[in-house]
């Protein structure tokens, strides 16, 4: 079993950066995929970045360039850089963990989820 826990979320203007964290549970984070998702009123929940086991990290088109996923084992914390935000970005923002080897893009087959924390950027 896992637990994870978000937090950094925030208000911030166009341009401006913000660091997402994720805290885990559980003795064998270090084996999980881990991914960001995020859900905007009124749409799906999607797919922003993940991270492997190993270290190969994944990302969206639409932040790849402005959003780096990184993940510390010591720590069971995988952190979401979030640079050059645009009001699109807006949304609250979810950490999930995976019981397979595979980074997934589809918010289904992750298994594990946290409650989500708010991002909102202002024009």
């Known amino acids: 079993q896992v637990q994870v826990v978000e937090s950094g979320g925030g208000l911030v203007q166009a341009g401006g950066s913000l660091r997402l964290s994720c805290a885990a549970s559980g003795r064998t984070f270090s084996s999980y995929p881990m991914g960001w998702f995020r859900q905007a009123p009124g749409k799906e929940r999607e797919f922003v970045a993940g991270?492997?086991?190993?270290?190969?990290?994944y990302y969206a088109d639409s932040v790849r360039g402005r959003f780096t996923i990184s993940r510390d084992n010591a720590k069971n914390t995988v952190y979401l850089q979030m640079n050059s935000l645009k009001p699109e970005d807006t949304a609250v923002y979810y950490c999930?963990?995976?019981?397979?080897?595979?980074?997934?893009?589809?918010?289904?087959?992750?298994?594990?989820w946290g409650q989500g924390t708010q991002v909102i950027v202002s024009s």
């Open positions: 999930a963990a995976d019981d397979s080897r595979v980074v997934y893009t589809t918010p289904r087959f992750y298994d594990y």
């Open positions: 991270i492997s086991w190993s270290g190969n990290t």
